[in-house]
């Protein structure tokens, strides 16, 4: 059983079209996580949803929209999508430790996006 | 910004121990230090994380300095397959209040023959 799945795995389309990656956690965690890995490496967070609230939200274009039906769901849309937006997208999820306080976050295997 | 820092790179031959280094200068006397990597085209994989006392797992082992300024993760007999970035993480913020774990640059491990 995969703990964090996201799909689709690849995701090859054009400039200007909308396009959505599904997340999915099985691990009961209480809060969901997109991350944004470019070209240069490095991970960026964009949004962090708690209890489907919306608790983090990095500077990201409003093209960007997430979606968190419940607390097993991220669902990233992206709106007139550009040739910047083609990066590598993970899903993540936590559940904070009642008893020590640590944060340990589960990725998901990523979603390569390519916009031509 | 990233709160900790770390070397671009390091080499450690097959076999050996690989010490990667990390400072948290700035951490405040709550906050844990994680360790993830990231092996090429997947996505990261959490190791270990540390408050204060050394840790040890089936991964590897976590040294913290007493003043929790520095922190040394240890792959103790290094394989090719723990060729990787490793990344030394701290939180900023409060957890549920926007608190994130922000990804610096990372150490690329290369482990050699």
């Known amino acids: 059983d995969t703990a964090v799945s996201q799909t689709p795995k690849y995701l090859v389309t054009q400039m200007g079209n909308d396009k959505s990656i599904k997340c999915e956690q099985n691990?009961?965690?209480?809060?969901m996580y997109w991350y944004k890995q470019d070209s240069k490496k490095f991970l960026k967070i964009m949004f962090s949803?708690?209890?489907?609230?919306?608790?983090i939200n990095e500077t990201v274009p409003n093209r960007f929209s997430p979606k968190s039906p419940d607390k097993a769901h991220l669902n990233l849309h992206i709106n007139s999508l550009e040739l910047g937006d083609s990066a590598v997208y993970f899903c993540?999820?936590?559940?904070?430790?009642?008893?020590?306080?640590?944060?340990?976050?589960?990725f998901g295997a990523g979603s390569r996006l390519t916009v031509l | 910004d990233a709160k900790t820092t770390q070397p671009t790179s390091m080499d450690c031959a097959e076999g050996r121990a690989a010490n990667l280094p990390c400072n948290h200068s700035?951490?405040?006397?709550?906050?844990?230090v994680y360790w993830y990597r990231q092996i090429h085209s997947q996505g990261p994989q959490y190791i270990i994380h540390?408050?204060?006392n050394n840790e040890t797992n089936e991964m590897a082992s976590l040294i913290i300095t007493e003043d929790r300024k520095s922190s040394t993760l240890i792959l103790p007999h290094a394989t090719l397959r723990d060729t990787a970035v490793y990344y030394c993480?701290?939180?900023?913020?409060?957890?549920?209040?926007?608190?994130?774990?922000?990804f610096g640059q990372g150490t690329e491990l290369s482990v050699k023959p």
């Open positions: 700035t951490i405040s006397g709550n906050e844990y």
């Open positions: 949803y708690n209890n489907k609230e919306l608790i």
């Open positions: 540390g408050l204060k």
């Open positions: 993480i701290v939180r900023v913020g409060v957890y549920n209040q926007g608190g994130k774990l922000i």
């Open positions: 691990l009961g965690h209480d809060t």
């Open positions: 993540a999820s936590s559940q904070r430790s009642r008893i020590s306080g640590a944060n340990v976050l589960t």
